[in-house]
């Protein structure tokens, strides 16, 4: 399988910043609708992108780890892609979470080791 092309900066700031309003939601019983939650991720984003210099650190992966997601809307349905989490790297889409883990272990020893 091809790999893909790794996760924007953008996107996974606003992805991270989302997910965490979405935990403050829930902790305080916020009534926010999902394109509310959208626009602030958005909003909260692009104001740290132009007073900070972002960069992907993931600090708490100092070691190897990996993120395994599956993406049920695809036409072919169910495709597995494992992200490498020390460098952003992305398997490509398998049809099986095997093969993503198999695809992830060359990746380490490859470039890891």
């Given at each position: 399988?091809?790999e ?6 953008e996107?996974?700031?606003i992805g991270n910043i989302?997910?965490e309003?979405v935990?403050?939601k ?11 939650l959208d626009?602030?991720a958005?909003g ?5 992108q132009?007073?900070?210099a972002v960069?992907w650190?993931?600090?708490?992966a100092h070691?190897l780890?990996?993120w395994?997601e599956?993406?049920?809307g695809?036409?072919?349905g169910e495709?597995?892609f494992?992200?490498c ?10 049809p099986t979470q ?6 992830y272990a ?8």
């Amino acid at each position: 399988m091809p790999e893909q092309e790794p996760i924007a900066l953008e996107d996974r700031l606003i992805g991270n910043i989302r997910d965490e309003l979405v935990a403050q939601k829930v902790l305080h019983d916020l009534d926010l609708d999902d394109a509310t939650l959208d626009r602030l991720a958005w909003g909260i984003a692009a104001n740290l992108q132009y007073a900070f210099a972002v960069t992907w650190a993931p600090k708490w992966a100092h070691e190897l780890h990996s993120w395994v997601e599956a993406d049920a809307g695809m036409p072919t349905g169910e495709n597995y892609f494992i992200e490498c989490l020390r460098c952003g790297w992305l398997t490509g889409q398998n049809p099986t979470q095997e093969q993503a883990q198999a695809e992830y272990a060359d990746h380490v020893a490859t470039r890891h080791s």
